[in-house]
């Protein structure tokens, strides 16, 4: 599928502030993220030219094979983008299976919802990591598509799918013209959680 729309304001502001709370040597350790449902990696690619000092190592998922090939030969070789053809909807998915049992530090989804897959994805986020959900909301079809319920989330539906052991960091849901002027009006949910870390062992005495 092609994308014209620029890159996700809030995605890219909820990784800065991931990034700016984790430890000096985290550009040591590479940080893994996955965008689901991806399309033609606008996010993926804005992401790149960001230039971050840590090693990002991006899994790039979506059911358009094309589009993940032209992602990864416009990445320069230094980029390390896996793309995993799959589709989210498929009977029967398990996407932690699909996805090798890998957990990621950073969580993307934009504008896309299968609902069955919602605990699958909380799932996928390793402790300490984040998930970063921005889509439409239910009322968008008052001004266009998407319009199908199915595919619109409801107010705190994100935050009632939420399992223990996560924080909400912030959300919003609501008219986008509130938060972005100059962009056409819509209904959009932006959610952000973090997982909570594990608490390590207490040393014996």
């Excluded at 550009?27 to 033609?40: E, F, N, T, W």
């Amino acid at each position: 599928m092609t994308n014209l729309n620029p890159p996700s304001p809030f995605i890219l502001q909820q990784i800065d502030s991931w990034l700016a709370d984790q430890p000096e040597n985290i550009a040591k350790q590479p940080i893994q993220l996955v965008d689901l449902a991806c399309g033609s990696g606008r996010h993926i690619t804005e992401i790149l030219s960001q230039k971050y000092k840590c090693t990002l190592q991006i899994t790039a998922v979506d059911i358009d094979r094309q589009s993940l090939e032209t992602l990864n030969i416009s990445a320069d070789s230094t980029s390390n983008i896996t793309p995993v053809w799959l589709d989210l909807e498929g009977e029967g998915l398990d996407l932690g299976v699909a996805l090798s049992g890998q957990l990621f530090d950073l969580v993307l989804v934009t504008n896309y919802l299968h609902r069955p897959l919602l605990s699958q994805i909380f799932a996928l986020v390793r402790p300490g990591g984040r998930l970063l959900y921005e889509t439409f909301g239910q009322g968008n079809s008052d001004f266009g598509r998407p319009s199908n319920p199915d595919f619109l989330l409801q107010e705190g539906e994100l935050a009632s799918a939420m399992p223990e052991g996560f924080s909400i960091q912030y959300q919003f849901f609501g008219q986008r013209q509130d938060l972005y002027p100059t962009i056409t009006p819509a209904i959009i949910c932006q959610f952000s959680a973090q997982r909570q870390r594990k608490h390590p062992l207490r040393p014996t005495d």
